[in-house]
Every structure is written in structure tokens, then in C-alpha cells.
């Protein structure tokens, strides 16, 4: 079966602008996370939705966001874009909520900010 | 902050086994050993994971201590495929606040 997709697979944006990226979980997972990936600070956790219900956030400021519908696939948004931005965003998906379910990443997207 | 501290790089011959340790000290009962690669670029893959047994599946095998304090992951004959970063993370079985914290991991180079 299909993985968990992500689109763009690369973006470059300017400082102060916004952008929303998009993540097509694995069909027939309900869960998806939001991973930020710098050099600098490995990989961090943005956020989870589960059932269009954010469950988990990360210490990320209020420009980052998301949501996901009513198919499990989810967006984020990062508003006002910084030099900072500038990272590898990863999504990941799994089967939501129970024992043992492990959680498959995408490709990411890569948005340079500048 | 992760709960896990992992040697920040390793090197191992091709065709040889790879044994990434990993220390977790204050895993909790009910938390799992997660292990997961990052091959440059891609996204991280799922290896292995386990709770208190020794698992194996078609790509490595993962050995806990029986106090649950380290585990040892194991690629029986690595090949330059496997060169990658490798994250141990520990994990609560899923509830409301399980999220995946990544270390810094084990940048693993296979020489030929």
C-alpha cells in the first residue's frame, strides 16, 4: 500500500510569508505527527492529530499550526516566516491510539526561508 | 528531552555485525524500546521495537537487559545500505501524551 505522502517536497519561501504544507497518511491511519528537522536541533515534535483533534503540541510559538480533516490527512501552517524556518518538516502516521503501533514517516518537505 | 543517550557515531566493516548500544536508565515500566534509521534526506524508518523480550524481524534484532536499562540493536551483516543515523527512543504505549522524542542518535558508517 501507499506510504505517508508529503507535498511539496521542496519549497523555498520569503522571510515574512506563510506556508502551509500537506501530509497524506498511510490509508486506514487515523494519526498523524509533525516533526521539525534542523541541523542544529535534530528532529523535534511540532504535533499530533488524531480524528481532527490536535492531541499533543509541541514547544513550538503559535505561527506553527495545523489540522487535520475528516480523510486524516493533515496541514501545517507557519505564519510570518523566519530565516529559522528553514528546515526539514516530517510527517509521520500510524493507527492512532492502542499498544505497539509504530509510526511511519514520509520524505518531508523541505522549506528554506530567505 | 529524550530519555536515551546513544555513541554519537560508529564505524563497522561491511558483511559484519553492527551492535548500536543504547542506555535508557529511567524507562519506565510500561515504556517501549523504539529504534528507528534516518538514511540522509529521507524520512526516518521504523526498525524494531520491543518491551521486555529480545525481538527479531527481517532487519535487525533487538536485545534488552533484563533490568531494562539498555538494549543493544543488532544488524547481523551490514551492508553500506545501512549507513545512516540510528535513533533509540523509548516510548509509552500510546496515550494522551505519547510523542516521539528523538536524540541525537548514532551516525553508523559502514566501511567497505
Known amino acids: 500500500k501507499a506510504g505517508v505522502t508529503q507535498t511539496p517536497r521542496y519549497l523555498i519561501k520569503t522571510r515574512g510569508q506563510q506556508v502551509t504544507l500537506s501530509c497524506s497518511p498511510i490509508s486506514g491511519h487515523r494519526s498523524v505527527s509533525w516533526y521539525q528537522q534542523t541541523p542544529g536541533q535534530g528532529l523535534q515534535f511540532l504535533f499530533e492529530y488524531f480524528s481532527e483533534t490536535q492531541r499533543n503540541k509541541g514547544n513550538f510559538p503559535g505561527r506553527f499550526s495545523g489540522r487535520q480533516f475528516s480523510n486524516s490527512r493533515s496541514e501545517m501552517n507557519v505564519s510570518t516566516l523566519e530565516l529559522g524556518d528553514s528546515a526539514l518538516y516530517l510527517c509521520?502516521?500510524?493507527?492512532?491510539?492502542?499498544?505497539?503501533?509504530?509510526?511511519?514517516f514520509g520524505q518531508g518537505t523541505r522549506l528554506t526561508v530567505v | 528531552d529524550a530519555k536515551t543517550t546513544q555513541p554519537p557515531s560508529m564505524d563497522c566493516a561491511e558483511g559484519r555485525a553492527a551492535n548500536l548500544p543504547c542506555n535508557h536508565s529511567?524507562?519506565?515500566?510500561?515504556?517501549?524500546v523504539y529504534w528507528y534509521r534516518q538514511i540522509h534526506s529521507q524520512g526516518p524508518q521504523y526498525i524494531i521495537h520491543?518491551?521486555?523480550n529480545n525481538e527479531t524481524n527481517e532487519m535487525a534484532s533487538l536485545i534488552i537487559t533484563e533490568d531494562r536499562k539498555s538494549s543493544t540493536l543488532i544488524l547481523p551483516h551490514a551492508t553500506l545500505r545501512d549507513t545512516a543515523v540510528y535513533y533509540c527512543?523509548?516510548?509509552?504505549?500510546?496515550?494522551?501524551?505519547?510523542?516521539?522524542?528523538f536524540g541525537k542518535g548514532t551516525r553508523l558508517h559502514i566501511l567497505p
Open positions: 520491543g518491551l521486555k
Open positions: 529511567t524507562i519506565s515500566g510500561n515504556e517501549y
Open positions: 527512543i523509548v516510548r509509552v504505549a500510546r496515550n494522551r501524551d505519547d510523542k516521539i522524542i
Open positions: 509521520a502516521s500510524s493507527l492512532g491510539w492502542g499498544e505497539n503501533t509504530e509510526a511511519f
